[in-house]
């Protein structure tokens, strides 16, 4: 999966709206203006180095399905989440 790739799926979900987007990193709200987001450190082969970032405002759940969504294209698309 590419960057571009997982930029358009989180789009695609009826949960996160994408309100912008550059050079690698995308940005997205959710409910009332909770930010959540994600920027593309490192591109190689079969691998995306990529950090979430949250607003203030946004919470553990809002923040765990964030990650999980990201996760889970990640996942179907054969690439692995590092284990921290």
């Given amino acids: 999966m590419s960057y571009a790739s997982l930029v358009v799926l989180m789009g695609y979900t009826q949960t996160f709206t994408r309100t912008s987007q550059w050079q690698h990193q995308a940005r997205y709200e959710v409910g009332e203006g909770l ?7 490192a591109e190689r082969p079969g691998e995306l180095d990529i ?9 553990g759940p809002v923040r765990t399905l964030f990650q999980s969504l990201v996760e889970s294209f990640l996942v179907r698309r054969d690439l692995e989440r590092p284990e921290i």
Avoid: I, K, S
């Fill in 35 to 41: 930010v959540c987001g994600f920027r593309l450190e």
């Fill in 51 to 59: 950090v979430l970032y949250f607003g203030m405002g946004v919470g």
